[in-house]
């Protein structure tokens, strides 16, 4: 069965530290990998797809087929990260995603 | 300005009341989920629908129910509500790239 794994519930790191969210899957088929991203008080929004290879708001995250991981990483934390991280797998025709625990992650100043 | 509509944002409720809790799309997308979240946890899928007409229970077991007459709106409703119910109810939709959010409806079942 599919299912998405991030391990750490919470990550606090510096402000100019790396930042890496982890993210591990399973899944039989070709996945389609997301990471979604809710600050405060706001709704959940999509951050970045695997399949698009872009970089946001200086966050990347390269598929290892290998290692079936999806890990968030960015060079540089800036205070205005710090919000709740999900990896997300999308499967089937009808475009279902599951979804992580979620990482909460606090830049500290 | 086309967007994804939840009401109410937040309903304290009493043991056995129905309820609807309302959704509705403006991006004319066919694709349409109920996820369910308690606090800090995962989201989990409890209902979604290919377009009108068609309606499917999620990976998560629900009491709830929900229906797709319109494009729209894919209200779901709770015949009798139960504190077990208590959780954040998130509406999304799609164009089969990805997924649009509501701000969701936080019920609390008293």
């Known amino acids: 069965a599919q299912r998405v794994t991030q391990p750490e519930k919470l990550l606090s790191v510096f402000k100019g530290a790396p930042v890496e969210l982890k993210c591990n899957y399973s899944?039989?088929?070709?996945?389609?990998l997301f990471w979604y991203v809710q600050y405060s008080r706001q709704r959940l929004q999509l951050l970045l797809r695997?399949?698009s290879r872009e970089s946001i708001k200086g966050f990347t995250a390269d598929l290892n087929k290998g290692e079936t991981s999806f890990h968030l990483k960015k060079p540089f934390a800036q205070e205005e990260d710090s919000a709740m991280y999900y990896c997300a797998l999308s499967y089937s025709s009808a475009s279902k995603i599951i979804f992580g625990s979620g990482t909460r992650l606090s830049i500290r100043p | 300005e086309a967007d994804i509509y939840q009401t109410p944002r937040y309903l304290v409720i009493g043991t056995g009341k129905k309820i609807t809790l309302e959704c509705s799309q403006t991006m004319g997308h066919d694709k349409m989920y109920w996820y369910q979240q308690d606090p800090g946890m995962e989201l989990h899928l409890i209902h979604y629908?290919?377009?009108?007409?068609?309606?499917e229970k999620g990976d998560l077991s629900s009491e709830s129910t929900v229906s797709r007459i319109r494009t729209e709106h894919f209200p779901l409703t709770l015949e009798s509500a139960r504190p077990s119910h208590t959780s954040q109810y998130l509406c999304?939709?799609?164009?089969?790239?990805?997924?649009?959010f509501g701000s969701g409806t936080r019920l609390t079942v008293v």
């Open positions: 999304a939709s799609s164009d089969g790239v990805g997924y649009t």
């Open positions: 629908s290919y377009g009108v007409n068609s309606t």
């Open positions: 899944y039989s088929g070709s996945p389609e």
């Open positions: 695997h399949i």
